[in-house]
């Protein structure tokens, strides 16, 4: 009489058969006490009448192929203890009659297809000790009577798209439970610190949903080994963070602690060190912590992964990680770390993974990296770091991805790189790095992305580029590049961006493979370019390529050229004379204007002269109808001048407006915070085409965006706290003139620190009056919605969205985003500010007295280093002056913020006029110089 089937993996021919077909007739099966089926193939349903096989206890089908529902009749086996449907094609719903199986202990019905709400009945199987319902697509509110199941163990019902609130009397009625995987839901509210009454509970894995408060204190778990509680909308306090860590202390077998992507704000407590030595995986990242990384971790000799990335920890990198000889993964980025690297990874060898970019680390890299012969990632971009790139990094065979953009390398890349045949991202752009690209890299066979943009490499583009068939991005823009574009390049069928620009490129422009694409390259800046395709002509704007009878046919001219040239310069001569008697009158003249020698009617071939023919070294910067370049314009008089010239891409539908719009808004206004016009230029290019520009005063400092977020000490560049004050008020200055003293008032509508110009002296110019809207006074006037109104992401009023009028108010918004971004340091775009969080809210979020914190740092410890250096020696005022110092400079900080925060209030009506806010600022300002 059979009892028990246990099925293992079956022949290949039988798994072609739905499970029923392959059972014996039930009649035979009558007595069978347990049937276990997994891990084979089986497909079709799952047989209705196995409701008939009553002294049933087990049935475990997992690992198949099923499909369809689960039967309701099952619910009749009132002896079933263990029900496994895991990983099938399972669909529908759970039937409600499974709250009949009153023996029932396990079910599990993971990775299935099943849907619906979770029938609340299931609390009432007071035997189940393990429930496993996660990866489904079950809905709704999850049943609170499954909380008072004082049977659980197990419970794990993660990505699935439920709802509700964990009671707050959580784990009063759950003594025995050991795992709870509520992950990757919609759950939300409070997380109750009651849980910790579940005293057995080995895993809690909250994450990935939707809860708030503060993060939950959760004391005599002794038996905790894993806590996740990452992406939900957690927040703490400095205090908190010393509770939370403290209540931990006696959870000495936590093995994994996950607290990122929350809210969780300011410093780690010393407790951290006293969190278990058991410690394996430990990620903070993706918060709002402050101070500096906390000194204790050498204590920690079994963990694998640390996790810091994207907060604000300041400081130095603690040397005692070089203690931690397990780790693997070292995730630093995007804080504000300072100070040399310490050499420490002679020791980290099994390290696969180190990420410290986007800090303001300085030094040189060291060479004991290159002992960490399992690297995989390794990320130093965006930092201070300086001298060349050891040879050891490029000994690194399992390196994939190597990260070193945005530092102040020098040197060249040498041969070796070719050796790295693992290697598939490469990038060095934003360097002083020189020499020739090594032929060698067509060692890297695995290439996908090689970016070497704005360094200073020079000679030829090596031909052996085209045989690295993976490549997809190749940027070698801004060098020095010399020579022919190498025909190879076509061959690169994988590639999807291709950039040359401004080099020293000459030559034919290769036709095939590539370059039939015209998507798909830039070869802007290489003047010596020409081309045999008309497409690329007039498309790319090179000159055709002469070749053949073609070079004979221009010998004439050229000749007559020759003799035409010869005749106007005896003509220049016999005139020289006459104009050298009045270039002393008409100096006079130009120094008392400096413009005034300047031709009002500029043409087109005044502006190519100027700026060198557009040339690559001459381009200031690109905005969103256009470029601007430095030009040099001579004056009647032969003196010479330096002005910006803003050339419009009348490619772009919306160009030829900006240009007139900004044309008419800037005719009759004159400030000393507005960048002036001297003249605009409308005509046609050599080629017939039309032609826009407009000639402006020229800023030797740049905009402010390079200042705030690209400045450094060493350069001279880093803008001190009373130069952005000054900015501060400059722009204000700027605004309050063109709401208040402008008839009618104009709304610039596209504020934003890269419209922000600086002088020789740091003064601050508002440019780009492209967007700008003359706002109507008379109510009965028709004024245009700003639907249309294309700003800066990041620095739109919130009501633009919604297609209210142009409007002072939406100036001031940016204004106050601007003030926010200059004095914390972060750009409103920041990848930090996702999900409803903006740089308003993370600004005002913090304590009233705290607010300083969010400050960017460099601003404080510039202060911190002016006042120690001016009293080192006056041992009369000591460090009480310098405490003083730094107070009022931290008191500065703070008022100037509470301004941005009062222009960027959502309600228009409720935020300052430029007015309130230039007063405010000027007081703050006077505060600090009669200190």
């Given at each position: 009489?059979?009892?028990?089937?246990?099925?293992?993996?079956?022949?290949?021919?039988?798994?072609?058969?739905?499970?029923?077909?392959?059972?014996?007739?039930?009649?035979?099966?009558?007595?069978?006490?347990?049937?276990?089926?997994?891990?084979?193939?089986?497909?079709?349903?799952?047989?209705?009448?196995?409701?008939?096989?009553?002294?049933?206890?087990?049935?475990?089908?997992?690992?198949?192929?099923?499909?369809?529902?689960?039967?309701?009749?099952?619910?009749?086996?009132?002896?079933?203890?263990?029900?496994?449907?895991?990983?099938?094609?399972?669909?529908?719903?759970?039937?409600?009659?499974?709250?009949?199986?009153?023996?029932?202990?396990?079910?599990?019905?993971?990775?299935?297809?099943?849907?619906?709400?979770?029938?609340?009945?299931?609390?009432?199987?007071?035997?189940?000790?393990?429930?496993?319902?996660?990866?489904?697509?079950?809905?709704?509110?999850?049943?609170?009577?499954?909380?008072?199941?004082?049977?659980?163990?197990?419970?794990?019902?993660?990505?699935?798209?439920?709802?509700?609130?964990?009671?707050?009397?959580?784990?009063?009625?759950?003594?025995?439970?050991?795992?709870?995987?509520?992950?990757?839901?919609?759950?939300?509210?409070?997380?109750?610190?009651?849980?910790?009454?579940?005293?057995?509970?080995?895993?809690?894995?909250?994450?990935?949903?939707?809860?708030?408060?503060?993060?939950?204190?959760?004391?005599?778990?002794?038996?905790?080994?894993?806590?996740?509680?990452?992406?939900?909308?957690?927040?703490?306090?400095?205090?908190?963070?010393?509770?939370?860590?403290?209540?931990?202390?006696?959870?000495?077998?936590?093995?994994?602690?996950?607290?990122?992507?929350?809210?969780?704000?300011?410093?780690?407590?010393?407790?951290?060190?006293?969190?278990?030595?058991?410690?394996?995986?430990?990620?903070?990242?993706?918060?709002f912590f402050i101070g500096t990384i906390p000194q204790g971790m050498k204590k920690f000799q079994n963990l694998i992964s640390?996790?810091?990335?994207?907060?604000?920890?300041?400081?130095?990198?603690?040397?005692?990680?070089?203690?931690?000889?397990?780790?693997?993964?070292?995730?630093?980025?995007?804080?504000?770390?300072?100070?040399?690297?310490?050499?420490?990874?002679?020791?980290?060898?099994?390290?696969?993974?180190?990420?410290?970019?986007?800090?303001?680390?300085?030094?040189r890299i060291h060479q004991s990296i290159g002992q960490c012969k399992s690297l995989n990632y390794l990320d130093l971009r965006?930092?201070?770091?300086?001298?060349?790139?050891?040879?050891?990094?490029?000994?690194?065979?399992?390196?994939?991805?190597?990260?070193?953009?945005?530092?102040?390398?020098?040197?060249?890349?040498?041969?070796?790189?070719?050796?790295?045949?693992?290697?598939?991202?490469?990038?060095?752009?934003?360097?002083?790095?020189?020499?020739?690209?090594?032929?060698?890299?067509?060692?890297?066979?695995?290439?996908?992305?090689?970016?070497?943009?704005?360094?200073?490499?020079?000679?030829?583009?090596?031909?052996?580029?085209?045989?690295?068939?993976?490549?997809?991005?190749?940027?070698?823009?801004?060098?020095?590049?010399?020579?022919?574009?190498?025909?190879?390049?076509?061959?690169?069928?994988?590639?999807?961006?291709?950039?040359?620009?401004?080099?020293?490129?000459?030559?034919?422009?290769?036709?095939?493979?590539?370059?039939?694409?015209?998507?798909?390259?830039?070869?802007?800046?290489?003047?010596?370019?020409?081309?045999?395709?008309?497409?690329?002509?007039?498309?790319?704007?090179?000159?055709?390529?002469?070749?053949?009878?073609?070079?004979?046919?221009?010998?004439?001219?050229?000749?007559?050229?020759?003799?035409?040239?010869?005749?106007?310069?005896?003509?220049?001569?016999?005139?020289?004379?006459?104009?050298?008697?009045?270039?002393?009158?008409?100096?006079?003249?130009?120094?008392?204007?400096?413009?005034?020698?300047?031709?009002?009617?500029?043409?087109?071939?005044?502006?190519?002269?100027?700026?060198?023919?557009?040339?690559?070294?001459?381009?200031?910067?690109?905005?969103?109808?256009?470029?601007?370049?430095?030009?040099?314009?001579?004056?009647?008089?032969?003196?010479?001048?330096?002005?910006?010239?803003?050339?419009?891409?009348?490619?772009?539908?919306?160009?030829?407006?900006?240009?007139?719009?900004?044309?008419?808004?800037?005719?009759?206004?004159?400030?000393?915070?507005?960048?002036?016009?001297?003249?605009?230029?409308?005509?046609?290019?050599?080629?017939?085409?039309?032609?826009?520009?407009?000639?402006?005063?020229?800023?030797?400092?740049?905009?402010?965006?390079?200042?705030?977020?690209?400045?450094?000490?060493?350069?001279?560049?880093?803008?001190?706290?009373?130069?952005?004050?000054?900015?501060?008020?400059?722009?204000?200055?700027?605004?309050?003139?063109?709401?208040?003293?402008?008839?009618?008032?104009?709304?610039?509508?596209?504020?934003?620190?890269?419209?922000?110009?600086?002088?020789?002296?740091?003064?601050?110019?508002?440019?780009?009056?492209?967007?700008?809207?003359?706002?109507?006074?008379?109510?009965?006037?028709?004024?245009?919605?700003?639907?249309?109104?294309?700003?800066?992401?990041?620095?739109?009023?919130?009501?633009?969205?919604?297609?209210?009028?142009?409007?002072?108010?939406?100036?001031?918004?940016?204004?106050?985003?601007?003030?926010?971004?200059?004095?914390?340091?972060?750009?409103?775009?920041?990848?930090?500010?996702?999900?409803?969080?903006?740089?308003?809210?993370?600004?005002?979020?913090?304590?009233?007295?705290?607010?300083?914190?969010?400050?960017?740092?460099?601003?404080?410890?510039?202060?911190?280093?002016?006042?120690?250096?001016?009293?080192?020696?006056?041992?009369?005022?000591?460090?009480?002056?310098?405490?003083?110092?730094?107070?009022?400079?931290?008191?500065?900080?703070?008022?100037?913020?509470?301004?941005?925060?009062?222009?960027?209030?959502?309600?228009?009506?409720?935020?300052?006029?430029?007015?309130?806010?230039?007063?405010?600022?000027?007081?703050?300002?006077?505060?600090?110089?009669?200190?």
């Amino acid at each position: 009489m059979l009892q028990s089937w246990k099925q293992g993996p079956i022949s290949q021919s039988t798994r072609t058969f739905p499970l029923w077909q392959t059972l014996p007739h039930l009649s035979n099966l009558t007595f069978l006490h347990s049937l276990d089926l997994s891990g084979n193939t089986f497909h079709g349903q799952i047989p209705k009448h196995f409701s008939h096989l009553s002294l049933l206890n087990v049935i475990h089908l997992s690992n198949n192929n099923l499909s369809g529902t689960i039967p309701s009749q099952l619910g009749y086996l009132h002896r079933l203890q263990s029900l496994d449907f895991s990983v099938n094609n399972l669909t529908g719903q759970i039937p409600p009659s499974f709250a009949n199986l009153s023996s029932l202990e396990n079910l599990s019905l993971a990775r299935n297809h099943l849907e619906g709400e979770i029938p609340t009945e299931l609390g009432n199987l007071r035997n189940l000790s393990s429930l496993q319902i996660s990866e489904n697509h079950f809905s709704g509110k999850f049943p609170t009577s499954i909380f008072n199941m004082s049977s659980l163990v197990f419970l794990s019902v993660t990505v699935n798209h439920l709802k509700g609130e964990l009671p707050q009397n959580f784990g009063k009625f759950l003594p025995n439970l050991k795992s709870l995987y509520l992950a990757s839901n919609m759950f939300e509210g409070i997380i109750p610190n009651s849980i910790s009454n579940a005293s057995h509970l080995q895993v809690i894995d909250l994450a990935n949903n939707k809860f708030t408060g503060p993060i939950p204190l959760f004391y005599n778990l002794k038996n905790l080994t894993r806590l996740i509680l990452g992406n939900n909308s957690l927040s703490s306090t400095t205090l908190l963070n010393f509770q939370f860590f403290d209540c931990l202390r006696n959870s000495t077998k936590l093995q994994e602690l996950r607290i990122h992507e929350n809210h969780l704000t300011g410093e780690l407590p010393k407790s951290f060190a006293n969190l278990s030595s058991n410690l394996q995986h430990l990620c903070v990242a993706d918060n709002f912590f402050i101070g500096t990384i906390p000194q204790g971790m050498k204590k920690f000799q079994n963990l694998i992964s640390l996790s810091f990335e994207k907060n604000y920890f300041t400081g130095e990198l603690p040397s005692e990680i070089e203690a931690l000889n397990n780790l693997q993964q070292l995730v630093i980025h995007s804080n504000r770390l300072s100070g040399d690297i310490p050499d420490i990874f002679g020791n980290l060898t099994n390290l696969f993974n180190l990420a410290m970019g986007i800090n303001q680390l300085s030094g040189r890299i060291h060479q004991s990296i290159g002992q960490c012969k399992s690297l995989n990632y390794l990320d130093l971009r965006l930092n201070r770091l300086g001298g060349t790139i050891p040879d050891e990094i490029f000994q690194l065979s399992s390196l994939r991805t190597l990260n070193l953009a945005g530092n102040s390398l020098q040197g060249p890349l040498p041969p070796r790189v070719g050796t790295m045949k693992q290697l598939e991202n490469l990038y060095i752009s934003d360097n002083q790095m020189s020499g020739n690209i090594p032929v060698e890299i067509e060692g890297c066979l695995s290439l996908k992305s090689l970016t070497m943009a704005r360094n200073r490499f020079n000679g030829s583009i090596p031909t052996t580029i085209g045989n690295l068939s993976s490549l997809e991005t190749l940027d070698l823009s801004l060098n020095s590049l010399t020579g022919a574009i190498p025909e190879s390049l076509g061959q690169l069928e994988s590639i999807q961006k291709l950039n040359l620009s401004f080099n020293h490129l000459e030559g034919k422009i290769p036709t095939k493979g590539l370059f039939t694409d015209l998507t798909k390259f830039d070869l802007r800046g290489n003047n010596q370019l020409c081309s045999l395709s008309k497409e690329i002509i007039q498309n790319l704007g090179v000159l055709p390529c002469v070749v053949g009878k073609k070079k004979r046919k221009i010998l004439l001219p050229t000749i007559l050229a020759i003799v035409g040239a010869a005749a106007l310069f005896i003509s220049v001569l016999f005139l020289f004379w006459t104009i050298k008697k009045k270039r002393k009158e008409r100096k006079t003249l130009v120094s008392s204007d400096p413009f005034r020698g300047l031709s009002q009617n500029i043409t087109y071939g005044d502006i190519r002269i100027a700026t060198n023919n557009f040339a690559a070294e001459n381009l200031i910067g690109k905005g969103g109808f256009g470029s601007v370049y430095k030009g040099v314009f001579s004056f009647s008089t032969g003196e010479t001048v330096t002005l910006a010239v803003k050339v419009l891409d009348l490619q772009q539908s919306k160009a030829s407006k900006s240009f007139n719009a900004e044309c008419e808004a800037l005719k009759n206004v004159r400030h000393r915070n507005l960048v002036k016009v001297i003249t605009s230029c409308s005509s046609l290019d050599y080629k017939g085409e039309e032609f826009k520009a407009l000639v402006m005063q020229f800023m030797p400092n740049g905009n402010l965006d390079f200042k705030i977020h690209q400045g450094d000490e060493e350069s001279g560049s880093l803008l001190t706290l009373m130069q952005r004050l000054n900015i501060a008020i400059d722009v204000a200055s700027a605004l309050d003139y063109l709401h208040h003293d402008c008839n009618p008032p104009i709304a610039h509508c596209d504020l934003k620190p890269a419209n922000v110009l600086l002088d020789e002296n740091m003064t601050a110019h508002v440019v780009d009056f492209g967007l700008a809207r003359f706002l109507c006074q008379n109510p009965s006037e028709k004024q245009s919605s700003t639907l249309g109104l294309k700003g800066s992401i990041g620095y739109i009023a919130p009501e633009y969205g919604f297609g209210s009028k142009a409007s002072t108010e939406g100036d001031v918004y940016s204004f106050g985003i601007l003030l926010l971004e200059m004095f914390t340091g972060k750009r409103p775009t920041d990848e930090m500010f996702k999900e409803g969080l903006s740089l308003h809210k993370f600004v005002s979020s913090m304590d009233e007295n705290e607010v300083v914190k969010v400050a960017d740092r460099r601003l404080i410890e510039d202060y911190e280093y002016s006042t120690q250096s001016s009293n080192s020696d006056d041992h009369s005022s000591g460090l009480d002056s310098n405490t003083h110092w730094l107070h009022k400079a931290e008191e500065c900080i703070a008022d100037v913020i509470r301004v941005g925060l009062s222009c960027t209030v959502d309600q228009p009506k409720e935020r300052w006029n430029m007015r309130k806010a230039l007063s405010k600022l000027q007081a703050t300002k006077h505060s600090m110089l009669s200190f």
